[in-house]
C-alpha cells in the first residue's frame, strides 16, 4: 500500500509539473514558433510634420527590440525566414512644448516616439497585425534634449517594445 501512495504522489508531482511546462511569467506565447526575425526599422520620422530625425535611432530602436524579445522568449533570432516576422517603420520623432508659464515660454517639453509595426506569424496567421505604437517622455523646458535623450529614449524604447510584445505574444 505504502508503495501504491509513493508511486501515485510521484505521478501527481510529475503530471503537475509538466503542465505547467506552456506558461511564463512573461505571459508569451509564442506557439509553436521557434525563430522570430525582426527588420531594421527605417526612420521616415521627417515624413511627419514637425518630426527630426535622430542619427542612430533606427538601429537602437532595432536590436533592443531584438533583445527585449529575446529576453522575455526561448525564440530564436534569425535574420531570415523567421516563424515570426516584426518590420515598420519609426513614423514620429519630435519634441513639443507642453505647458507654459506666464511669459509665454514653455514649462515642460514632450518627446514623441510613434513607430509602425507589421507582425507576422507564420505559423498563426490570425493574429497577424498592422499597428501604431506611440510613447513619450516629459521633461522641464530648463533641461537640454542632450542631458535627458539616453533615459529618455531608454524609457520609451522599454514601453513601445512592451507594447509590440503584448500585441504579439501576450496571451491574456
Not at 509513493?6 to 506557439?31: K, R
Not at 533570432?77 to 505647458?99: A, C, K, V
Not at 508659464?101 to 514623441?112: G, I, K, V
Request: net charge negative; aromatic share 14%.
Amino acid at each position: 500500500m505504502k508503495k501504491i501512495i509513493t508511486y501515485s504522489f510521484i505521478l501527481l508531482i510529475t503530471l503537475n509539473l509538466s503542465s505547467c511546462g506552456i506558461y511564463n511569467f512573461t505571459g508569451g506565447d509564442v506557439g509553436t514558433a521557434k525563430t522570430f526575425q525582426v527588420n531594421l526599422f527605417q526612420n521616415y520620422a521627417t515624413q511627419t510634420p514637425g518630426s527630426t530625425f535622430e542619427p542612430g535611432l533606427e538601429r537602437d530602436f532595432t536590436t533592443g527590440l531584438q533583445d527585449y524579445i529575446q529576453n522575455q522568449t526561448i525564440l530564436d533570432l534569425t535574420s531570415n525566414g523567421g516563424d515570426l516576422l516584426y518590420e515598420g517603420e519609426i513614423t514620429e520623432y519630435r519634441i513639443t512644448p507642453m505647458t507654459a508659464t506666464s511669459d509665454q515660454t514653455a514649462a515642460q517639453n514632450r518627446l514623441t516616439m510613434s513607430v509602425n509595426v507589421r507582425f507576422f506569424n507564420k505559423t498563426k496567421e490570425e493574429v497577424d497585425f498592422d499597428q501604431k505604437f506611440s510613447f513619450y517622455y516629459d521633461y522641464g523646458a530648463t533641461v537640454s534634449y542632450a542631458s535627458i535623450k539616453d533615459e529618455a529614449l531608454e524609457e520609451i524604447f522599454d514601453r513601445i517594445h512592451q507594447d509590440i510584445f503584448n500585441a504579439s505574444l501576450a496571451d491574456w
